[in-house]
């Protein structure tokens, strides 16, 4: 198993920048592809980012495509979101997810789930 924490969210006004991190512990971090997802109040969790376990393959939700850049580093067992440019529409609680081989859009495919944080943009 993996456990997988988020840091701390926040709020930036419209058009900053925001880095999310995501440390898992357990299992060997580089067997693991992770995403992240988010969840708006009163709307469903929808896939934001997912990067394959060398880190060699990145995919991204078209909404964010282009503002949004996850990456990993193996070696400190963490995932990062840089979400830049941001917008109101991408407040949200934001989750990391890590699955042993799939990096898809569905979000009851991934294994495992932090707990979430929030992240609030104002206008």
């Known amino acids: 198993q993996v456990q997988l924490v988020e840091s701390a969210g926040g709020l930036v006004q419209a058009g900053g920048s925001l880095r999310l991190s995501c440390a898992a512990s357990g299992r060997t971090f580089s067997s693991y592809a992770l995403g992240w997802f988010r969840q708006a109040p009163g709307k469903e969790r929808e896939f934001v980012a997912s990067?394959?376990?060398?880190?060699?393959?990145?995919y991204y939700a078209d909404s964010v495509k282009g503002r949004f850049t996850i990456s990993r580093d193996n070696a400190k067992n963490t995932v990062f979101l840089q979400l830049n440019s941001l917008k109101p529409e991408d407040t949200a609680v934001y989750s990391c997810a890590a699955d042993e081989a799939y990096t898809g859009s569905t979000d009851y495919l991934w294994d495992y789930w932090g707990q979430g944080t929030q992240v609030t943009v104002s206008s």
């Open positions: 990067i394959s376990r060398s880190g060699g393959s990145t």
